[in-house]
DNA sequence: AGCACGCCGACT
DNA sequence: GTCGGCGTGCTC
């Protein structure tokens, strides 16, 4: 028997199948989705087993494990995973990885064997184990042969067990056996105990030995799940749906096979409760659902309510989970103990078999792009599913990708909108002109007008919600005497302040230096930060009302884990006034006490390199006016912006997403931007700039020769990034109609570079769909 | 990616 | 005469 394999090296000129022996003790064990561990080369690699057939051949070595009792992957995730490949030009091994848990994958490691060892090291024992010096020691002893060093594949995985002890025969008991005799009186009581809990009378672990040779007691190890969530009770609620939301659901339950549905509502308008109620009734049918959150929405409440609705039914996959925990929700999918999957982008590939219904929530966000390899987006992975399972995807949004609404304008997808909106109106925006406010001598990030209405909210003692718009702006340090900027050595970008440790860093490499006291160019002592940090603004705010209570969340307030959620309790019970933030705060909050809420900088993502930042605008403004205005008092909103006429400001503060949608499906057109367009970046990276230059304009003129059907080249042209780790940076924009037309052309460019990118001459990326234009 | 193999300079 | 530099090529 052979076993066609995909090993763990993310190599192009490894990207296909290898063959391996199956030896017989694993014959009928075998199956497709398995992780074994095989020879390769002189190394031992994880590999996953995508097909196996009958017979031999010569030169075959044997595979040597099979990881698995059951396979990891089904056949359905097997064919994504080439799809994902195909779609995104990746390797086959990246795609089936991304696939799995963090505590399925392997670390490497090296066994030492041998007679004569140095003092010190054993045998048996993992390299890994060692300090660097004695490590080189062992390295250079094994090339002269005097010790043996086996490759070893190390399993990240854990299962926590415990043990359970069932009462057989009391009797069997000596009386003289007080602490045992406890333990018998226990259990009689509860039949079957877990040892965690059986243990703390003082018995021991010795004692328990001599129950269970005595036949007194069985015992059984079981695995036991890390519940993140296990205080949470089930209770069914019944939801009372308006009457947009019934026809939504209706809707979705009439839905054809694979068809896609957005459902357009605005803040507030009860998309949660749809999702709820169209997901339990395809539980109630036997089927399971998906639901797809940003990371940044999953917050404790949003899966609470599903906790509360599906009980144990539910997994939930988020990065604030252990990697254990994440191992341990993905088991309880894979034996089939769950209906309901909630999770962020990576829980699309949920192990479900009988899927009848995958939600997208908060479409138009782009965290659903994975911005490394395998380069996929969710919503390309769950229309694929959808139709695979025949069952309907459903996209929500407050505010569509122009890519969805289009294809909902165009019959593509079916389009549902929930109109009204609990708590009545959207609460009103005022636009404030902050060019006004510079020119009345006011240098601080907040107009007067902002000020009086804080001031006014802390009186009647409601809250407010503070958001900078923070991309696009850093705290950068420039010389005042020779106006030099402080760069990294590696990238072609300025380092930015950290007030934290005061240093500097790169955000890109890593770099990092104290803040240094003078000019490195100049010697001047005129080095100084510009820009607006959070903490800054915290000064300002306190300055002009020294009474305030603030709660700042940022990189430095929230890193500690838990400390998000902490923090947001806290203003949840009103700990604080103000709520002072960054993007993070701008979405899936609802505190029914906040009446107000500030935007900073509404515009300065505007002036970024990307056709997109008048679309995330959008979408900021008016997410984050939704937050206004909640409970039972009304809401305002205060838009600060340098940019008062901009066709983005005034759209978003009417909440008028049809005449924003229509202006800028223009922009798109007449720049030959997506939706129009499909488009691809392809960057080339070389120590030298000509090289990479070189390669992109090679690789055009290939392009060209291939002749796409109406496809199109923008470039070669620096990338806006221009250096990167020291690696000098080119690009090359292809737009096309015809995207299934193009894959298979992009891979065949991809292949023929194949040697000269494993020689390191340059690098190659292709990112299908980017989203970070850098 | 790793790792071995192999063919030229520097050293005991 | 041997150690080790890293260019080249392969991994079922």
């Known amino acids: ?78 064919d994504l995973s080439t799809h994902v490949k195909e779609t995104t030009l990746c390797f086959r091994s990246s795609a089936l990885l991304a696939m799995l848990p ?39 002893l094994a090339k002269k042969g005097d010790i043996l060093l086996a490759p070893v594949l190390k399993e990240k995985r854990t299962v926590k067990t415990d043990l359970v002890i069932e009462l057989i025969d009391a009797t069997l008991i000596p009386a003289r056996a007080k602490k045992q005799q406890e333990a018998i009186k226990l259990l009689k009581d509860v039949p079957r105990m877990y040892w965690s809990s059986l243990r703390q009378i003082g018995l021991s672990r010795a004692q328990l030995q001599k129950m269970e040779s005595l036949r007194a007691v069985k015992v059984t190890e079981v695995e036991l799940n890390r519940d993140p969530y296990a205080t949470i009770e089930q209770v ?57 959150v940003p990371e940044i929405s999953l917050t ?142 006011n240098t601080t990030m907040f107009s007067e007008d902002l000020f009086v209405a804080i001031n006014d909210r802390i009186a009647k003692k409601e809250q407010c919600v503070i958001l900078l718009n923070r991309r696009g702006f850093t705290t950068f340090v ?76 940022d990189q430095d307030t929230t890193s500690r884990k838990g400390s998000h959620e902490q923090l947001l309790k806290r203003f949840e019970d009103g700990e604080a006034d103000i709520l002072l933030g960054t993007q993070m705060i701008a979405k899936g909050l609802d505190f029914p006490n906040v009446t107000l809420v500030g935007v900073l900088a509404a515009d300065a993502t505007l002036g970024m390199p990307d056709f997109r930042a008048t679309e995330r605008t959008f979408q900021l403004v008016t997410q984050v006016a939704g937050r206004a205005g909640r409970g039972s008092l009304p809401g305002e909103a205060y838009v600060q912006t340098y940019n008062p006429d901009h066709y983005v400001i005034e759209t978003a503060s009417e909440h008028d997403y049809e005449s924003f949608y229509a202006r800028e499906m223009q922009l798109r057109q007449v720049g030959n931007h997506p939706p129009y367009w499909y488009v691809t970046l392809v960057t080339f990276a070389a120590e030298s700039p000509l090289v990479a230059q070189a390669e992109a ?55 023929a570079r194949a040697k000269a990118i494993s020689k390191k001459e340059y690098q190659l990326s292709i990112d299908v769909n980017p989203y970070v234009f850098m």
């Open 102 to 140: 963090a505590a399925l994958k392997v670390s490497y490691d090296k066994e030492i064997k041998g007679e004569t060892l140095p003092d010190g090291v054993r045998a048996g024992t993992h390299l890994s184990e060692y300090p660097k010096e004695t490590q080189s020691i062992i390295l250079a």
């Open 478 to 553: 420039m010389c005042r005497d020779c106006g030099e900027g402080l760069t990294c050595p590696h990238c072609a970008v300025n380092l930015t302040y950290h007030q934290h440790g005061d240093r500097l860093k790169c955000h890109y490499c890593g770099y990092e230096i104290g803040m240094p006291s003078k000019c490195p160019t100049c010697d001047s002592k005129k080095i100084k930060q510009f820009g607006t940090g959070t903490q800054k603004i915290e000064t300002e705010l306190l300055n002009r009302i020294p009474e305030a209570r603030i709660i700042r969340m």
């Open 697 to 751: 304009e090679l690789f055009a003129a290939d392009f060209v020769e291939a002749h796409v059907a109406q496809s199109r080249l923008n470039g070669p042209m620096p990338a806006p990034l221009s250096k990167l780790k020291n690696l000098f940076r080119y690009q090359l924009f292809i737009k096309t109609k015809h995207p299934e037309a193009l894959y298979p052309v992009l891979a065949t460019l991809q292949q």
């Open 236 to 292: 069914i609620e019944t939801v009372e749906l308006n009457e947009s939301q019934a026809k939504a659901v209706h809707a979705i339950r009439d839905a054809e096979a694979g068809e896609t549905l957005l459902l357009h509502g605005v803040t507030g308008s009860g998309k949660t409760e749809v999702y709820l109620e169209a997901i339990g009734q395809v539980v109630d049918d036997g089927k399971q659902a998906i639901l797809l």
């Open 1 to 78: 028997m052979i076993a066609h394999v995909h090993v763990d090296a993310p190599v192009i000129t490894i990207d296909r199948p290898f063959d391996y022996e199956v030896p017989p003790q694993f014959e009928t064990l075998i199956e497709p989705g398995m992780r074994v561990s095989v020879p390769f080369g002189s190394r031992r690699l994880l590999g996953i087993v995508t097909g196996v057939s009958e017979g031999t051949r010569e030169g075959l070595k044997p595979l040597e494990a099979l990881l698995d009792e059951e396979s990891s992957l089904t056949d359905e995730l097997l």
């Open 300 to 441: 404790p409440m949003m899966v609470k309510r599903f906790k509360r609705r599906f009980g144990d039914r539910v997994a939930v996959l988020h990065s604030a989970l252990s990697q254990g925990e994440k191992y341990d929700e993905w088991r309880k999918i894979k034996r089939r103990e769950v209906d309901v999957v909630v999770g962020a982008r990576s829980a699309i590939f949920a192990p479900l078999e009988n899927i009848g219904l995958i939600i997208l929530d908060e479409e138009h966000e782009t965290t659903y792009k994975q911005e490394e390899n395998p380069r996929y987006h969710a919503r390309d992975v769950a229309i694929w599913r959808a139709e695979y399972h025949e069952c309907p995807v459903v996209l929500g949004s407050a505010t569509p990708s122009l890519e969805s609404y289009a294809r909902a304008q165009k019959g593509v997808y079916r389009y549902l909108q929930l109109s009204e909106r609990y708590g009545g109106e959207m609460p009103p925006v005022h636009i404030i002109d902050m060019r006004r406010e510079l020119a009345k001598g």
